[in-house]
């Protein structure tokens, strides 16, 4: 994977994730806990996806020691 690649994963990651968090944040008090529970997954999830795919933007990124 390239690094340009990386970053725009990271970056479509970034948005998906604010997307979620409004979504939870405007979730009706009143909904069920299943909705709520599947929107904090996914939220869960982005997150794990985002730390991997920085981990890997900056093990890209680190210099070989030459």
Do not use: C, F, N, W
């Not at 009706?28 to 996806?49: C, M, N, W, Y």
């Amino acid at each position: 994977m390239t690094i340009r690649y990386l970053a725009q994963e990271l970056y479509r990651l970034t948005k998906q994730l604010e997307e979620l968090e409004k979504s939870l944040a405007e979730l009706d008090p009143e909904a069920s806990v299943a909705a709520r529970a599947h929107l904090e997954g996914e939220i869960h999830q982005t997150r794990k996806e985002m730390e991997r795919v920085r981990e890997v933007l900056e093990a890209k990124k680190e210099k070989p020691l030459i």
